[in-house]
């Protein structure tokens, strides 16, 4: 699976949007971008993925540019139960299914 | 619909001993997979399996670790004779491992906290 970079820490106000970078210069054409984060002392949590179109959910919107070598996780609202560890994941996704690569990802601390 | 399910949450160990980690994966979830994080850590993939058979078992320790998903039943995650630096945290996630859009999502359980004393 690709490599993936990711800012270690951000800030963000309540309420505001908060947009997470990651890079994933080598993916390949076959790998999605996955984002999960994980709440203090709590299980990864599934957010969103994508393969090169943007996509949406409840959760969170996910920017691809248009040559797959970098993306970006929104959340338009960021509330401070959204205080977390980001991480970015690229990924090959098959039938067989494949373990999920966890780098350092990105603390996001949401603020009053 | 209940989520992955881990017990126990919290396991406090004596050096030596065994430690005994269950994961139960979501309804009509096939695929288990086993991920530790030692303290101020990422998560590493340990182990993954589907039911009856382990189909990576590459991040695994080699010795004193085992894993198993029995026809009937949870996931264990067995760890003979622990040492201090077994203390960690364990997660399992569950995926479908069928086609479909979330065939390939793995959603985790809350863990279960190891302490070795």
């Known amino acids: 699976d690709a490599k993936t970079t990711q800012p270690p820490s951000m800030d963000c106000a309540e309420g505001r949007a908060a947009n997470l970078p990651c890079n994933h210069s080598t993916i390949s054409g076959n790998e999605y971008v996955y984002w999960y984060r994980q709440i203090h002392s709590q299980g990864p949590q599934y957010i969103i993925h994508g393969l090169k179109n943007n996509e949406t959910n409840e959760m969170a919107s996910l920017i691809i540019t248009e040559d797959r070598k970098s993306s970006t996780l929104i959340l338009p609202h960021a509330t401070l139960r959204d205080t977390a560890v980001y991480y970015c994941i690229v990924r090959v996704v098959n039938n067989a299914g494949n373990m999920l690569t966890f780098g350092g990802g990105t603390r996001l601390m949401v603020k009053p | 619909n209940a989520g992955v399910m881990q017990n126990p949450r919290h396991l406090v160990r004596r050096r030596g001993q065994e430690a005994r980690l269950r994961c139960s994966p979501m309804k009509g979830h096939s695929h288990v997979y086993w991920y530790r994080q030692l303290p101020e850590e990422g998560l590493k993939f340990m182990v993954y399996?589907?039911?009856?058979?382990?189909?990576?078992e590459s991040g695994m320790p080699k010795e004193r670790f085992s894993a198993e998903f029995p026809k009937e039943g949870p996931s264990i995650l067995r760890i003979q004779q622990v040492v201090r630096g077994d203390s960690a945290a364990y997660f399992c996630?569950?995926?479908?491992?069928?086609?479909?859009?979330?065939?390939?999502?793995?959603?985790f359980g809350p863990g279960t906290r190891l302490t070795v004393l």
């Open positions: 996630a569950s995926s479908p491992g069928t086609s479909g859009s979330a065939y390939n999502e793995q959603f």
């Open positions: 399996l589907q039911k009856e058979n382990i189909i990576d």
